[in-house]
């Protein structure tokens, strides 16, 4: 039974000059306008530097329902909004890639909300293939098609700068879900609906502050994110600045990179228990997918029981592990309420005539054995 989801509402219905303006590796091919597999339903192939932004978390929470069922506030929200039948609307999702499990789930409810919410719009969905200049030619074929508004995953808070100028530049609504673009465009001109990252890494801390006594200093090891990603930045300080602010006794091994990816995780594992044996006491990873890694490499040489590992994004296999004792939490990151308020910030822009933008902010959730049950399939 899935549970009812708390979401926090930054509905910044804001004011702008254009409104909501706005892994495998490829390239995209043919020049803008030219990809005949931009239709609906298809998919379509198509830095580092300092990171500071991350998601203001408002204290308001509200009770948001499933996706089955809608809150009375939502219901009032939505009925501002609701289809007309007069007017049609095509937009054109870019996801970060169609190899990532997690904007996957995004991008498949985002279509499945719409479907059944918003009929008058069609959807195109786009491979972004983890790459910001494929997404940002891929908002240019957007464009050139005509499309209503473009919604995108960025690849890149740095990187995907030139999609939000592009579509500033052209006056065309954007919606940016999931991850940020290091723009001051960003909850302004254009509509953002995601979650804090910084909390995501806070409630790993939590999470082990109150489980796992710090008496003797805790060993741990880290699965870190990608460098350059302003959410794995994010994830990593948010976990251990509130681990120190709390002044809990820890010492960190080793801190490895692993792509986000089941099996470089595994690798890195692998390579601790090699120079560590059953020493490490904690793994506190950056995704659910490097979770899984770490403890098939740890199942593999007898040793899972010695080690509590960390996840995030509440991934169903991970979920399964959380039940079956080897995998000690995750963290609950809300595809279902991304897509579902993406689309509704998406069509704010178009029935408002590119002239106000929404932003929603979507709090993580702490999951372990206690109420893991609540959040399984």
């Given amino acids: 039974m899935k549970k009812l989801l708390a979401v926090l509402l930054t509905m910044g219905l804001v004011l702008g000059m254009t409104g909501c303006s706005g892994g495998s590796a490829g390239t995209a091919g043919g020049s803008p306008g030219d990809d005949p597999a931009l ?5 379509a192939s198509g830095g580092a530097g300092k990171v500071e932004t991350d998601i203001k978390v408002s204290e308001d929470k509200i009770q948001a329902a499933s996706e089955e069922t809608l809150g009375d506030w939502e219901v009032a929200y939505t ?8 007017e049609e609307y095509t937009w054109g999702f870019i996801d970060m890639g169609f190899e990532d499990t997690f904007t996957t789930k995004i991008r ?13 719009v069609k959807v195109l969905e786009a491979d972004g293939e983890l790459d910001p200049n ?8 957007f464009i050139a098609q005509g499309v209503d508004c473009i919604i995108i995953i960025p690849q890149d808070a740095d990187g995907c700068v030139g999609v939000v100028d592009t579509c500033m530049a052209e006056g065309m609504p954007l919606v940016c879900l999931n991850s940020v673009i290091h723009s001051d465009h960003l909850e302004k001109e254009i509509g953002y609906v995601g979650s804090s990252n ?3 890494g806070k409630l790993q801390a939590e ?63 692998e390579d601790w228990i090699t120079s560590f044996g059953d020493e490490v006491q904690v793994i506190p990873c ?12 740890y199942q593999a ?16 296999d991970c979920l399964k592990e959380v039940k079956a004792g080897n995998v000690a939490c995750t963290v609950f990151q809300n595809a279902m309420g991304q897509a579902k308020w993406g689309a509704i910030s998406a069509y704010d822009a178009c029935v408002n005539n590119k002239k106000e933008t929404v932003s929603f902010s979507i709090p993580f959730e702490t999951v372990d054995a206690k109420n893991v049950d609540e959040y399984l399939d």
Wanted: proline residues 2%; negative net charge; hydrophobic residues 35%.
């Fill in 39 to 43: 239709s609906e339903g298809t998919e």
């Fill in 79 to 86: 009925e501002e909004y609701a289809p007309s039948g007069e």
């Fill in 108 to 120: 498949n409810t985002f279509v499945s909300y719409c479907k059944k919410n918003f009929p008058n």
């Fill in 134 to 141: 494929v997404q940002l030619q891929l908002a240019e074929n």
């Fill in 198 to 200: 910084y909390e995501a």
């Fill in 207 to 269: 999470w082990l502050i109150e489980n796992v006594d710090d008496t003797e200093p805790v060993v741990m090891c880290y699965q870190k994110g990608s460098d350059g990603y302003d959410h794995s930045a994010q994830r990593h300080n948010g976990l251990f600045e509130t681990l120190d602010a709390a002044g809990y006794n820890y010492d960190l091994k080793a801190v490895l990179i692993s792509e986000y990816m089941r099996d470089i995780a595994m690798t890195n594992a």
């Fill in 286 to 297: 950056c995704n659910d997918e490097s979770a899984m890694g770490t403890l098939q490499a």
């Fill in 301 to 316: 040489a007898g040793l899972a029981d010695k080690v509590k590992i960390l996840g995030i994004d509440a991934n169903q």
